[in-house]
Every structure is written in C-alpha cells, then in structure tokens.
T-cell receptor, first 112, second 114 residues
Framework: EPEVTQTPSHQVTQMGQEVILRCVPI?????FYWYRQILGQKVEFLVS????????KSEIFDDQFSVERPDGSNFTLKIRSTKLEDSAMYFC??????????FGPGTRLTVT | AQSVAQPEDQVNVAEGNPLTVKCTYS??????LFWYVQYPNRGLQFLLK??????LVKGSYGFEAEFNKSQTSFHLKKPSALVSDSALYFC????????????FGSGTRLQVQP
C-alpha cells in the first residue's frame, strides 16, 4: 500500500541554523501539506501546496518557512533560521481528489 | 473559524466492551469530518470520514462514527474493543469550501484493558 515517507526521522539543530525537512508524498496525489505538533499540543496546520504553489497557509507559516516541490516527487519544508519554539514533530501529508489526507510518520525537530 | 473539541483526555474500556470516543465540532457550512489514529512513533493513520449521506459511517478496523448535525457531534464507536485498539485518536474537521486545511482536536488516549 503506498504511503507518505519523511526524512530524517529526527533532526537536531542549533538555534539560528537552517533545516530542510523532506517528504515523498503518495505518487498520484495532487495536494500536499505540512502540519506540526508541539509536544503535548494539538496538530496544527502550516501550509498546503497545489499545482506548484501555496494554496493556503496559517499564521504560523511566516517568512521563516518555505516549501518546495523541487523534482516532482519530493516535497520539502525549509525553516530558514530555527528558533527554540520550532521544536516539534512535523508531519507531511498528501491527498488526491478525495478529501482525506494521508500522513507520513513525522520528523522530530529538536532545536537547541 | 473552525474548531474541534475532544472532551476526554483518556477513555478506558475493557476488552470486548463497546467504546465511544467523543468529538464535537464547529465550522461554517457543511462539515467534512475525519477520525485519525496515532500509534506510538507512527504518523496519523486515516480511519474514516463523513462528507455527506448516511449519518453512520464505517471505517477501518471495525470502527464507525455517527454524525449528528443538531448536536454538531461525530463520535467514534466500536462494538467490541481490542487491546490493540489502544492508541491516540484525533478528530478533525474542515468546511466544504475550497479550503482543505484540517483543524484537529487535542486527541483522546484510548486504553483497552485485557
């Protein structure tokens, strides 16, 4: 059964450093998403991407964040200059024409 | 703004007994409602959805959910719980407009005792 994959599973970085989180969505899906879950809190929407552009973004998704689909298979989230409060589990999701979204296993980002 | 409430942090049930995990929602327009399950160190796994039609929807692993428009609820149910159902369950909602972003509840931990 096809699934969303994410790398790395755990990323440790120092405050102020740039990180790139990578995702491979399900191959025939058209919609791509990033969510995050700070420890002990709700899963929060960050951004959605469709037709090679951002279709929605939340207040969290400020200028420090960017997304890209560089090669038709990968979908990346870049955080330009990480802050302590960016520490969270980051989930990638993808969806087809149906309404449900399929989530990857997540990348745990720890900013020290 | 859309929102989801899961009033119980944890639900405990004995194996073989029926289970219910509660969810209420608020959204503009008609809701699209979802249940996801999260096992330790795993991502969110889609269980079932309600878009339109029959108020009782069936999903994976014997789970079902009942949509109640007047009570704005979408409770998850299973007639007979298994120990392996123990996990974290999330309810999510979006509206039926072009926006696809999901709003999640805070999650309910289901503990099924043998």
């Amino acid at each position: 059964e096809p699934e969303v994959t994410q790398t790395p599973s755990h990323q440790v970085t120092q405050m102020g450093q740039e990180v790139i989180l990578r995702c491979v969505p399900i191959s025939n899906h058209l919609y791509f998403y990033w969510y995050r879950q700070i420890l002990g809190q709700k899963v929060e929407f960050l951004v959605s991407f469709y037709n090679n552009e951002i279709s929605e973004k939340s207040e969290i998704f400020d200028d420090q964040f960017s997304v890209e689909r560089p090669d038709g298979s990968n979908f990346t989230l870049k955080i330009r200059s990480t802050k302590l409060e960016d520490s969270a589990m980051y989930f990638c999701a993808s969806g087809g024409e149906g309404s449900e979204q399929y989530f990857g296993p997540g990348t745990r980002l720890t900013v020290t | 703004a859309q929102s989801v409430a899961q009033p119980e942090d944890q639900v405990n049930v004995a194996e073989g007994n029926p289970l219910t995990v509660k969810c209420t929602y608020s959204v503009s327009g008609n809701p699209y409602l979802f249940w996801y399950v999260q096992y330790p160190n795993r991502g969110l796994q889609f269980l079932l959805k309600y878009i339109t039609g029959d108020n009782l929807v069936k999903g994976s692993y014997g789970f079902e959910a009942e949509f109640n428009k007047s009570q704005t609820s979408f409770h998850l149910k299973k007639p007979s719980a298994l120990v392996s159902d123990s996990a974290l369950y999330f309810c999510a909602v979006r509206g039926n407009t072009g926006r696809r972003a999901l709003t999640f509840g805070s999650g309910t931990r289901l503990q099924v005792q043998p």
